[in-house]
Nanobody, 125 residues
Framework: QVRLVESGGGLVQTGESLRLSCVAS????????MAWFRQAPEKEREFVAA????????YYADSVKGRFTISRVNAENTVSLQMDRLKPDDTGVYYC??????????????????WGQGTPVTVSS
């Protein structure tokens, strides 16, 4: 049974940093794209960042480009999201996701078969 577990969320002030981590178990994802999504209160879930299986390519939402960095360590089945210069608009629940199809790249949430339970991030002004 595949399981994704996020950690690292919390309450920070504007301009501060957080690092989110996600550990996958029950499967191997070294040939799959992994991503982070977020959902703010009363809003739809949105794409944040994705990294391909070989870490050769990273994709970012325009709203986080230049502030967030996604990375992965395949040997440890982990993916991380370094979030710098956080803003109140970054507040939300952050979800780790894994594409169930190997070597496919996309940012639509419908492409991701496996999801974590989410970790909350709150940025105060």
């Amino acid at each position: 049974q595949v399981r994704l577990v996020e950690s690292g969320g919390g309450l920070v002030q504007t301009g501060e940093s957080l690092r989110l981590s996600c550990v996958a178990s029950g499967g191997t994802f070294n040939r799959n794209t992994m991503a982070w999504f977020r959902q703010a209160p009363e809003k739809e879930r949105e794409f944040v960042a994705a990294v391909t299986w070989s870490s050769g390519t990273q994709y970012y939402a325009d709203s986080v480009k230049g502030r967030f960095t996604i990375s992965r360590v395949n040997a440890e089945n982990t993916v991380s999201l370094q979030m710098d210069r956080l803003k109140p608009d970054d507040t939300g629940v952050y979800y780790c996701a894994a594409d169930g199809t190997p070597q496919r790249l996309g940012i639509a949430s419908s492409l991701y078969e496996y999801w974590g339970q989410g970790t909350p991030v709150t940025v105060s002004s």
